[in-house]
């Protein structure tokens, strides 16, 4: 079936660095894709939705400089958290939408910001 | 706007026991409704899925009937094992954006 991969699965950084989280559809293109947040026992979020080739659409509330979502390919789409700070850290889930109607999301991203 | 609420976890279960996990939702128009499930150390997965009312989804011994007269997408399973000890989640899909509404999400910890 088709997979969704996310990278790193876990990162500790340093406050006032810059993180980088992959997503990538390994056997399928996705023109679209979407960043979630994940708060301890509570629901995922939709931070935005990231469109290949285009700006990212953000929810309201997301700060879009520090959130930056990078669609270049059919089957990348990158998060890059800015200036993390402690309040940053979470679980960050991304999904792929096959053209199929269908779907898919990767595993997660664990993100500690120390 | 939209919303899912579902039971708040954890639900401990022995092995063969019968599962409920309640989820109501509020949406105007008629979304689809799903259940994820989330294995630890996996991302999520589609269990099952409703379109309209009064449809039935069922998946690997899980059932959810969309019931539009409560907005309800309660889920069962009569008969658990260890291997469903997961984490489930409840959402709403409106038809334009393919943005997913997710409900809070239960764990579920079925013992032996």
């Known amino acids: 079936g088709a997979v969704v991969s996310q990278h790193p699965s876990r990162v500790i950084c340093k406050s006032g660095t810059s993180v980088k989280i992959e997503c990538r559809s390994l056997d399928f293109q996705a023109t679209t894709m979407f960043w979630y947040r994940q708060f301890p026992k509570k629901s995922l979020m939709l931070m935005a939705t990231s469109n290949e080739g285009s700006k990212a659409t953000y929810e309201q509330g997301v700060e879009k400089d520090k959130f930056l979502i990078n669609h270049a390919s059919l089957t990348l789409s990158t998060l890059t958290v800015t200036s993390a700070h402690p309040e940053d850290s979470s679980f960050y889930i991304c999904?792929?939408?096959?053209?199929?109607?269908?779907?898919?999301f990767g595993e997660g991203s664990r993100l500690t910001v120390l | 706007g939209d919303s899912v609420t579902q039971m708040e976890g954890p639900v401990t279960l022995s092995e063969e026991a019968f599962l409920t996990i309640n989820c109501t939702y509020t949406?105007?128009?008629?979304?689809?409704l799903f259940w994820y499930v989330q294995y630890p150390g996996e991302g999520l997965q589609l269990l099952l899925k409703?379109?309209?009312?009064?449809d039935k989804g069922s998946n690997k011994g899980f059932e959810a009937t969309y019931r539009k007269e409560t907005t309800s997408f309660h889920l069962e399973k009569g008969s658990v094992q260890v291997s469903d000890s997961a984490v489930y989640f409840c959402?709403?899909?409106?038809?334009?954006?393919?943005?997913?509404?997710f409900g809070g999400g239960t764990r579920v910890l079925v013992k032996p």
């Open positions: 999904s792929a939408y096959r053209n199929t109607g269908e779907l898919f």
């Open positions: 959402a709403l899909l409106k038809a334009a954006g393919n943005k997913l509404t």
């Open positions: 409703a379109t309209k009312a009064d």
């Open positions: 949406a105007t128009g008629y979304p689809s």
